[in-house]
Structures are given as structure tokens and as C-alpha cells.
């Protein structure tokens, strides 16, 4: 087969968009009608690739009989062989600002700013003939930031300033690819996530997932004729990634330090049974009792080469520490589900002393207010008793 490549890239200096509602439905409509054309536009091709072999081999076994007894230099011609066509663009974003405005469920709207440099994105079609697509993306740095009520929290964004000398890794990598299976119309999808040197805020606002979840669903109708996709792989890996949780009242916070965990997972359309992996070569999880407390001034000489560091520069304390863990979690549907958590080979330190117990159990007792509580049901009274019984007697006479 002989590839046709067509090649497009795309130099951006920089982007600033504001989206709202509206905007948003009409680029969702877009991306379902340009999914549509791309899919009828590969089955027309591989048609046509067909019928040229088909065609071709027709008229070579016509020649061969006609042309029996005769020299190969009489027939002559070297046999004509099928295309395919191959698609690459690439886009390359110095700088972007994008601003959603997302309604809220009160008639506010909270403005949530995405600031990301360094953006290169790249879409491949039919690589090698091979009927599957694949999108790369990769971002040096991102931030995240929600505003409300002239309120501003940072919710993702790099966890400390980069090193003069030391080469800008990449805060996310994406990889995804699509491939079509073989005389069906489904998909076999795998997504690969790479994600280093960020923090991740979780504030006790859960209001803006649903209001992120509102904005983001798409019209009626859209997507709804895309190929179903059968499997899906995804496998995600944190390098120096923190996540930091900040309770409702207290005024300190926790931070989970992930610096080598991979968690995978396969998704299978139709299966009673679900699992995920989680590999963590090392984890820490660290505490502070103010976040408004000056950082100590023992600690600002300390030299900053990964997240660690940084949270220990600004004050927090190290209480758990886990190395080599391993947790595989399996999930089955059916008429009694069943959850199974298998944990093993888990080295785990813990350092506590007088100043952070109090402070872990204070910070613990905070975060279990968020938790959903269950209703009790209503306590029947005496009056309530005595007046069914005073109704049921006058029912009987």
C-alpha cells in the first residue's frame, strides 16, 4: 500500500476567549458534526480501496488467460497498488487565557480562568494505514482558578516555582488513542495521563462540580450517533503531584504528596465487573495546623528540587509516610454487589508527636462534617399515638 500524507501545523502566539452557555453548545454541535464527516469520509475511502483491488484483480485475471503462452514482456505493466491516506496536524499554543462563565444555580455566575502555556497538540489519522486515530497533548504549565463574589480560590496550578536550570518537564502529557474494530462499528479506546509538579485544591465547595457539570452538558442529540466504544484502558501516572484538602472550618490543611503512583483501570462496555490498580513507590502525607502561619525561619534556606521540599519549606509536618503499595480493587454487579480491596506489600512510617495529634484529629473531625448524613425517621409522639387510638375507637362505635 502506498500512503498519501498530508501534513498541517499551526504556529499560535496566543489565545484569549471568553465561553459562555450558548457559545459552548454551538462548538459542541461542531466537533458532532465535524466526528460525523470524518467517520463517512474513512468509510468512503476504504470503499474505494476495496473496489480498485477488487477491480484490479479482476482485469490481471482476465490478462493472465488471455494472454497465455505469451512473454511477461507483452503484458508488461507492474501491478497498481491501493493508497491510503494519512492525516497529521499539530498545534503549537504559546500562551492561552480562557475564561468560562458558568452560571450557578443561585443566577450568579462564577468565572472560572484556565492560564496555560507551552500548549502542543497533535492529530494523527490513520497512521500507517491503520484504521485508529491518535491525539497527543502536552502542557508545560496550567493554572486553574475560580472566582465568586470577588472571591478567588487556586484550584489547580504548579506547586512551586521552577528551577533557573533544570528543564521545564511538562505539567500534564496526554495521550489517547482510538482504534476501530474490525468488521463492527465499535471502538477500543486507551488513554494514557501523565501529570507532574502540580497541586490540586479541594475545597469543601462542592457546588462548583455541579455547576461545571451543568455548563459542560452537551445539547440534546449531540454525540449520540458517535460509535460506541467497546473497551477502554486508561492508566494514569502522578510524578510529584500533591493534593491538598482544605477542611470546611479549621484553619489548617492536609496534603497528599504522590512522587512515583500509577493507578490503571479497564473499562469494558457491558462487563458485571469493574477494577482498578493502584502501584504507589512512594507517598507522604503531610499536615499544618494554620495556613496563614508565617513559614519557619529555620526552613527558607532550604533548597526546593521537589514538591516535598516545598511543603516542608512552608511549614508542614510529615505524618505518613508509605512505600511499595499496592491496593487492587474490584467491584461485581449483580444482585448482591460486592466490593473487594486487596492491599500488599506496603512499607508505611508514621510520625506523630504532641503537637500534630491534635491537630490530625481536629482536622479529621472537620472533613467528617462534609459527609452526607442519613435521616432518621420521624419519632412517632404520644399525642400522635393517642390520637390514632382515640380515631380507631370512634370508628368501631
Known amino acids: 500500500m502506498q500512503p498519501s500524507t498530508t501534513s498541517v501545523e499551526v504556529m499560535v502566539p496566543s489565545i484569549v476567549s471568553t465561553i459562555e452557555k450558548p457559545l459552548l453548545g454551538g462548538l459542541q454541535l461542531w466537533a458532532d458534526d465535524m466526528a460525523q464527516w470524518a467517520e463517512k469520509a474513512t468509510m468512503v475511502n476504504r470503499s474505494a480501496n476495496v473496489s480498485q483491488t477488487t477491480s484490479r484483480a479482476q482485469s490481471v485475471l482476465i490478462g493472465s488467460r488471455y494472454f497465455v503462452g505469451r512473454t511477461a514482456s507483452n503484458v508488461g505493466e507492474e501491478p497498481e497498488y491501493p ?25 450568579l455566575v462564577r468565572n472560572v480562568d484556565v492560564l496555560a502555556s507551552g500548549i502542543d497538540t497533535g492529530v494523527e489519522v490513520k497512521p500507517g494505514g491503520r484504521d485508529e486515530t491518535a491525539i497527543l497533548a502536552k502542557i508545560t504549565d496550567v493554572t486553574l482558578q475560580d472566582t465568586l463574589s470577588d472571591q478567588t480560590k487556586v484550584l489547580f496550578t504548579l506547586t512551586s516555582p521552577r528551577r533557573l536550570f533544570a528543564p521545564p518537564a511538562p505539567m ?33 465547595d462542592f457546588q462548583l462540580f455541579e455547576d461545571l457539570a451543568r455548563f459542560a452538558k452537551a445539547p440534546p442529540g449531540v454525540f449520540e450517533q458517535v460509535a460506541p466504544t467497546e473497551r477502554t484502558v486508561l492508566d494514569v501516572n502522578f510524578k510529584d503531584a500533591s493534593i491538598q484538602v482544605i477542611p470546611p472550618n479549621h484553619p489548617g490543611s492536609l496534603v497528599l504528596n504522590l512522587e512515583d503512583v500509577s493507578v490503571g483501570t479497564d473499562i469494558v462496555s457491558g462487563s458485571v465487573e469493574s477494577s482498578v490498580n493502584v502501584i504507589a513507590q512512594l507517598a507522604h502525607v503531610l499536615l499544618i495546623d494554620d495556613l496563614n502561619a508565617p513559614a519557619p525561619e529555620a526552613l527558607q534556606n532550604r533548597e526546593v528540587i521537589k514538591s516535598l521540599d516545598h511543603w516542608l519549606k512552608i ?18 454487579i449483580g444482585d448482591v454487589p460486592r466490593t473487594r ?57
Open 83 to 107: 493508497t491510503y491516506s494519512e492525516l497529521s496536524i499539530k498545534v503549537n499554543i504559546f500562551e492561552a487565557k480562557i475564561r468560562l462563565r458558568v452560571p450557578t444555580s443561585e443566577d
Open 172 to 204: 500534564i502529557r496526554l495521550r489517547l488513542d482510538s482504534v476501530s474494530l474490525p468488521d463492527s462499528k465499535a471502538k477500543q479506546s486507551k488513554v494514557q495521563l501523565t501529570t507532574s509538579k502540580f497541586t490540586l485544591s479541594v475545597y469543601p
Open 315 to 332: 511549614g508542614y509536618a510529615s505524618v505518613l509516610n508509605a512505600v511499595g503499595l499496592r491496593i487492587h480493587t474490584a467491584h461485581m
Open 341 to 397: 480491596v486487596d492491599i500488599s506489600d506496603a512499607t508505611a512510617s508514621v510520625h506523630l508527636c504532641a503537637d500534630t495529634i491534635p491537630t490530625l484529629a481536629a482536622i479529621a473531625g472537620d472533613l467528617a462534617t462534609l459527609a452526607p448524613k442519613e435521616e432518621a425517621p420521624p419519632a412517632v409522639g404520644v399525642t400522635a399515638v393517642q390520637s390514632a387510638v382515640d380515631q380507631s375507637q370512634a370508628s368501631m362505635s
